[in-house]
């Protein structure tokens, strides 16, 4: 298990993909807030809207929810959104439980879900 957070990066047009890979949880001596940061330096730069893949986060606490409905409403607050793609089981069981799966819209397909940002901004 990873003790830390990585995450990769690419652009799909104006799309930021984000692939945060490890544990997404606000604990003692965790670089977690790394993704937050990244989102926040790419809206800086004027990136607004983006796509967490969530395929290889082991594990999400209350912290890291609380982090990602933070960054959306940011997002949300400069004209983008954050969309949540492939959640594990266990993440896609959380976000139920939370209703946040009402607050995300959460895909499957990738292909899908850059095609549901508006028109040009995924190429």
């Not at 965790?30 to 395929?55: Q, Y």
């Not at 890291?64 to 409905?69: F, I, P, R, S």
């Not at 933070?70 to 997002?75: I, Q």
Request: net charge positive; charged share 25%; proline share 3%.
């Amino acid at each position: 298990m990873r003790a830390y957070m990585e995450i990769h990066e690419r652009a799909a047009g104006a799309v930021t993909v984000l692939q945060p890979v490890g544990r997404l949880v606000l604990s003692e001596g965790s670089r977690d807030s790394l993704l937050k940061d990244m989102i926040c330096a790419r809206m800086t730069e004027g990136r607004r809207h983006f796509l967490l893949d969530l395929a290889q986060v082991s594990q999400i606490d209350t912290s890291g929810l609380t982090m990602l409905v933070a960054a959306h409403m940011a997002a949300v607050k400069r004209g983008g959104q954050i969309k949540l793609l492939h959640p594990t089981k266990r993440i896609h069981e959380l976000l139920s439980v939370t209703k946040l799966n009402t607050f995300f819209e959460v895909f499957d397909s990738e292909e899908s879900a850059l095609r549901s940002f508006p028109p040009g901004a995924a190429v």
